[in-house]
T-cell receptor, first 113, second 112 residues
Framework: SAVISQKPSRDICQRGTSLTIQCQVD?????MFWYRQQPGQSLTLIAT?????????ESGFVIDKFPISRPNLTFSTLTVSNMSPEDSSIYLC??????????FGPGTRLTVT | GENVEQHPSTLSVQEGDSAVIKCTYS??????FPWYKQELGKRPQLIID?????GEKKDQRIAVTLNKTAKHFSLHITETQPEDSAVYFC???????????FGKGTTLSVSS
């Protein structure tokens, strides 16, 4: 399986600011995804990060709030913009591996004060 | 869109007992069904998966069964151990290259 890393692992941010989360994979992968997991909850898809084109967002998530970059097949970033306390969550990237299975990065724990 | 119902939300068993978690879905086009285990503070870990052309798959103490007609799939853990205690999520996707839709999770507690 892929080795996936995320930076930062955690952060505490002031409301109104932005945070960019990085996801790095040790091999080239076609599909990368970003999920959010609120405390004690399940995982909710934010968007599919498409290499070389705009991300595809799920209902309830917009590009102005969660801009995503995918400059190559091993890297993606998710920015959480103009943060509010409701954005406090764990943000996880995932990749689809060669057999179709998906693996997750370690997550970024975000607290907005 | 597709929805995944997962039951029970909590499950407590004695060490050595079996545990079964069931998920139901609505879209018959769903064709990939993984299960994830998430320990506290850790990332979701893929533990077993099954595709729509298979009815059952086993890996040591865990197994997954799929009933396409009834649109449900289940995780079976036999001879449970305290280290099996975690939150388990079922998920599904419509096709390769699409994101996963997750159930709400089951908190499994195994007491010794």
């Amino acid at each position: 399986s892929a080795v996936i890393s995320q930076k930062p692992s955690r952060d505490i941010c002031q409301r109104g600011t932005s945070l960019t989360i990085q996801c790095q994979v040790d091999s080239q992968v076609t599909m990368m995804f970003w999920y959010r997991q609120q405390p004690g909850q399940s995982l909710t898809l934010i968007a599919t990060a498409n290499q070389g084109s705009e991300a595809t967002y799920e209902s309830g998530f917009v590009i102005d709030k969660f801009p995503i970059s995918r400059p190559n097949l091993t890297f993606s970033t998710l920015t959480v913009s103009n943060m509010s306390p409701e954005d406090s969550s764990i943000y996880l990237c995932s990749v689809e591996w060669s057999g179709g299975e998906q693996y997750f990065g370690p997550g970024t724990r975000l607290t907005v004060t | 869109g597709e929805n995944v119902e997962q039951h029970p939300s909590t499950l407590s068993v004695q060490e050595g007992d079996s545990a079964v978690i069931k998920c139901t879905y609505s879209d018959s086009a769903s064709n990939y069904f993984p299960w994830y285990k998430q320990e506290l503070g850790k990332r979701p870990q893929l533990i077993i998966d099954i595709r729509s052309n298979v009815g059952e798959k086993k890996d040591q103490r865990i197994a997954v069964t799929l009933n396409k007609t009834a649109k449900h799939f289940s995780l079976h853990i036999t001879e449970t151990q305290p280290e099996d205690s975690a939150v388990y999520f079922c998920a599904l996707s419509i096709q390769a290259g699409t994101a996963l839709i997750f159930g709400k999770g089951t908190t499994l507690s195994v007491s010794s």
